[in-house]
C-alpha cells in the first residue's frame, strides 16, 4: 500500500469514526421556556402624600371614636352617576372615622378617580389625580383585612404604600368584580365599607377601559360630592 492510499484510508476511518459519533450522541433538548406565571393583579398603591391641591391639610387622622362603632349611610355623588356606600365603623373604625371626616369637611368634592383596573376596581381619593396625593397625614393599622386576599364586588378599602401597614390617607378604592390582591410584608388591604348602590355604574367605567398609555379611565368619573345619612 503507498502512502498516500493509507493517509487516505485513514482519513475516510476517521470521518466514518466521527460520523457514528455523532449519529449516536444523545439528541440535544431545547430547554422549554420557563411557564409564565398567571398575572397577579397589581394591588393599589398610593405613594408617599405630596402637597395637596385641596386647602384643607390635618395633622393627624381622626380618633377611630368618631366612627361611633356603628355603619353609616353615604351616596357618593359622581360625574358618572351616583354610588350608595355603607360605611362600616364597628370593623374598621379609624378608616371609617376618616373617610367620614374628610367626607364631612368636602375633601374629596371635585377630585377625579385616577386609576382604574378595567377588570377589578376603581380608585378615587386623591385631589391631585396623580396617586401620590393626600390629606398631609397617613395611618395605620390595617383593619379588617380578608384572611384568603380576595375582595369581592362591592368591597369598599384602603389603598396605601406597598409592604407599609401606616400609609394609608384619603385613596380609596371601589371593587366591582371579585379579584385576589395578595398581601404583602405589612398585610392586606382595610375593607372599611361595602358599595350598596351603583356597582352597574363602576362595571360600565371598567367596561371603558384605560386612557392609552395609563392607568386613567377612558370614562372621566369625577366626584361631586358626599352625603352622609
Given at each position: 500500500m503507498t502512502l498516500v492510499t493509507a493517509v487516505v484510508v485513514g482519513l475516510a476511518v476517521v470521518v466514518a469514526a466521527i460520523v457514528l459519533v455523532v449519529l449516536n450522541r444523545?439528541?440535544?433538548?431545547?430547554?422549554?421556556?420557563a411557564?409564565?406565571?398567571p398575572t397577579q393583579t397589581?394591588?393599589?398603591?398610593?405613594?408617599?402624600?405630596?402637597?395637596t391641591t385641596n386647602p384643607e391639610l390635618y395633622?393627624?387622622?381622626?380618633?377611630p371614636?368618631?366612627?361611633e362603632g356603628r355603619v353609616w349611610s353615604v351616596t357618593l355623588s359622581t360625574s358618572a352617576g351616583d354610588i350608595g356606600l355603607e360605611i362600616d365603623g364597628e370593623r374598621a373604625p379609624q378608616a371609617a372615622a376618616n373617610f367620614l371626616r374628610l367626607a364631612r369637611d368636602g375633601f374629596y368634592d371635585g377630585t377625579a378617580c385616577h386609576r382604574l383596573l378595567p377588570s377589578s376596581l376603581l380608585q378615587c381619593g386623591d385631589p391631585t389625580a396623580t396617586g401620590t396625593g393626600g390629606p398631609?397625614?397617613?395611618?395605620?393599622p390595617i383593619e379588617n383585612a380578608p384572611a384568603d386576599d380576595v375582595y369581592p364586588a362591592g368591597t369598599l378599602?384602603?389603598?396605601r404604600q406597598g409592604n407599609n401597614g401606616e400609609s394609608m390617607g384619603s385613596q380609596f378604592f371601589m371593587v366591582f368584580a371579585d379579584v385576589p390582591l395578595p398581601s404583602d410584608s405589612a398585610g392586606g388591604y382595610s375593607v372599611f365599607g361595602r358599595v350598596t348602590e351603583g356597582l352597574d355604574i363602576l362595571q360600565q367605567v371598567g367596561s371603558a377601559?384605560?386612557?392609552?398609555?395609563s392607568e386613567q379611565p377612558a370614562l372621566p368619573v369625577t366626584i361631586e360630592g358626599v352625603t352622609i345619612e
Open positions: 444523545p439528541e440535544e433538548q431545547t430547554p422549554e421556556p411557564a409564565t406565571a397589581q394591588a393599589p398603591d398610593q405613594a408617599a402624600p405630596l402637597p395633622d393627624s387622622a381622626p380618633d371614636a368618631e366612627a398631609g397625614y397617613s395611618f395605620g378599602a384602603m389603598a377601559g384605560t386612557v392609552e398609555g
